[in-house]
């Protein structure tokens, strides 16, 4: 079996478990529609993704046993985080994130994903990069800058006050209004590209 034999195999692997994670309520909405048509065109697929948010994580010392109490793909009231906070303050270590929009997008070629990275790089998603480059499995991480990450809670007691925390939300909110225009920007300038170098061989439906 040849490279492209092997990309392709490992892309109707990669469609099944978008389906099934999709059925399955496990893939973020604002991004959900984008995904399935990137996994159309004969040059891509996409595996782990997600849109952007803003999330509340109960860290308990390790990746197992830690859990978020909050996770929101888009702009979040203060009151509700508060309320998420509250009904969790004996959890004696809690996080704040705001973290930003983050795609894999698999290529059987460098040269679609240097071009792919261009883009990413041009639309202001200045940390991407290509994160692995076997012979079938050329991988581009495609992610943002923006992100906050603090302990909101230490020994169940708030390491700041309400009030200042709610300055923070209001200032991670700024920034998913960012991440889904430069989101939407880049998946714009990314589907023009895959409309020119590449035929759909795909219809997904869900």
Not at 72 to 89: D, G, P, Q, R, T
Not at 173 to 180: E, H, L, P, T, Y
């Amino acid at each position: 079996m040849n490279r492209f034999e092997i990309f392709k195999e490992r892309k109707k692997s990669a469609i099944r478990n978008l389906l099934e994670a999709i059925k399955n309520n496990e893939v973020d909405k604002p991004i959900e529609k984008e995904l399935l048509k990137i996994n159309e065109y004969e040059i891509v697929y996409s595996t782990s993704s997600c849109a952007g948010r803003i999330a509340l994580l109960v860290d308990k010392g390790n990746k197992k046993d830690s859990f978020f109490i909050g996770k929101w793909h888009e702009k979040v009231n203060a009151e509700e985080i508060i309320k998420s906070l509250k009904e969790n303050i004996k959890n004696d270590l809690i996080w704040f994130k705001q973290e930003p929009f983050i795609i894999h997008l698999v290529f059987p070629k460098i040269k679609f994903a240097r071009d792919v990275l261009k883009i990413a790089r041009d639309v202001g998603f200045k940390h991407s990069g290509i994160i692995s480059l076997k012979k079938e499995k050329i991988v581009l991480e495609v992610t943002g800058l923006d992100r906050i990450d603090f302990p909101i809670v230490i020994n169940s007691e708030l390491t700041i006050s309400l009030e200042n925390f709610i300055k923070i939300v209001d200032l991670a909110n700024s920034k998913m209004i960012r991440n889904a225009i430069l989101r939407q920007k880049f998946f714009n300038y990314f589907f023009e590209y895959l409309e020119k170098n590449s035929k759909k061989e795909v219809n997904l439906i869900v």
